[in-house]
T-cell receptor, first 116, second 115 residues
Framework: DAGVIQSPRHEVTEMGQEVTLRCKPISGHNSLFWYRQTMMRGLELLIYFNNNVPIDDSGMPEDRFSAKMPNASFSTLKIQPSEPRDSAVYFC??????????????FGNGTRLTVT | GESVGLHLPTLSVQEGDNSIINCAYSNSASDYFIWYKQESGKGPQFIIDIRSNMDKRQGQRVTVLLNKTVKHLSLQIAATQPGDSAVYFCAGVGGYGGSQGNLIFGKGTKLSVKP
C-alpha cells in the first residue's frame, strides 16, 4: 500500500506566482480531502470530494484557491496568485466512505509551501 | 512583527511508563472519534478509532476510552517508547451520521519521552 502521495514535498515561490499542489489518493478510496496546517490555526479543512465531486469548499480561504479532481486517482490544489500568508503545510487525505459509517482519513506527508 | 505560535500542551513521560493523553469534545451528537499521531515533517498517522456505541477499544499498546457522559476521550499508550514522541490529535465527526467532511481536530498534545 503506497499511501497518499503528495508532490512536491517543498515549494518555495514568490508572491504573485501560481502554485499547484498534487495528490494521489489511496487506490480504492472514494473521498479526498485537502487540509492546511499552521501553528496559529492547526489543521483546517479546505475542501473535500466524494466520488470526484466537490462536496464542501466552505473552508477555501478565497477565490485565489481552487481544487479539482479530474479522476479518482488525482487531485490538485491551486493558488493563484499566491501570498505570503498562504505559507503553510498542505495535506491531502483520502478515505473509503461507506453507508454504514465513517472510516478514518489517511494523510499524505504534506507539501510545505513558503511564499516570499 | 513577531507571530505568536500555538502553544501545545506537553506531556513528558519516562520511557517504559504508561502515557495518558486526554481530549474533551463539545458536541454530544458526535458518534465517531479518531486518534492521530503526527511526527515532525510527516502527516497525521491513524492510530485507533472508536464509535459512540463503544466505551473502550484496544489496539497494539494503545487503548482509547470514551466517556460520553462527560464528553471525554483518552488515549493510553502502554510502555511508552522514544518512537512514541510526537504530537497526538483527537478528532471527531461533528454530529450523528455526519460526513467525514465534518471531522473536527483538536489542537493536539505533544508527547515527549525521556530515555
Amino acid at each position: 500500500d503506497a499511501g497518499v502521495i503528495q508532490s512536491p514535498r517543498h515549494e518555495v515561490t514568490e508572491m504573485g506566482q501560481e502554485v499547484t499542489l498534487r495528490c494521489k489518493p489511496i487506490s480504492g478510496h472514494n473521498s479526498l480531502f485537502w487540509y492546511r496546517q499552521t501553528m496559529m490555526r492547526g489543521l483546517e479543512l479546505l475542501i473535500y470530494f466524494n466520488n470526484n465531486v466537490p462536496i464542501d469548499d466552505s473552508g477555501m480561504p478565497e477565490d485565489r484557491f481552487s481544487a479539482k479532481m479530474p479522476n479518482a486517482s488525482f487531485s490538485t490544489l491551486k493558488i493563484q496568485p499566491s501570498e505570503p500568508r498562504d505559507s503553510a503545510v498542505y495535506f491531502c487525505a483520502s478515505s473509503q466512505w461507506r453507508m454504514e459509517g465513517n472510516s478514518p482519513l489517511h494523510f499524505g506527508n504534506g507539501t510545505r509551501l513558503t511564499v516570499t | 512583527g513577531e507571530s505568536v505560535g500555538l502553544h501545545l500542551p506537553t506531556l513528558s513521560v519516562q520511557e517504559g511508563d504508561n502515557s495518558i493523553i486526554n481530549c474533551a469534545y463539545s458536541n454530544s451528537a458526535s458518534d465517531y472519534f479518531i486518534w492521530y499521531k503526527q511526527e515532525s515533517g510527516k502527516g497525521p498517522q491513524f492510530i485507533i478509532d472508536i464509535r459512540s456505541n463503544m466505551d473502550k477499544r484496544q489496539g497494539q499498546r494503545v487503548t482509547v476510552l470514551l466517556n460520553k457522559t462527560v464528553k471525554h476521550l483518552s488515549l493510553q499508550i502502554a510502555a511508552t517508547q522514544p518512537g512514541d514522541s510526537a504530537v497526538y490529535f483527537c478528532a471527531g465527526v461533528g454530529g450523528y451520521g455526519g460526513s467525514q467532511g465534518n471531522l473536527i481536530f483538536g489542537k493536539g498534545t505533544k508527547l515527549s519521552v525521556k530515555p
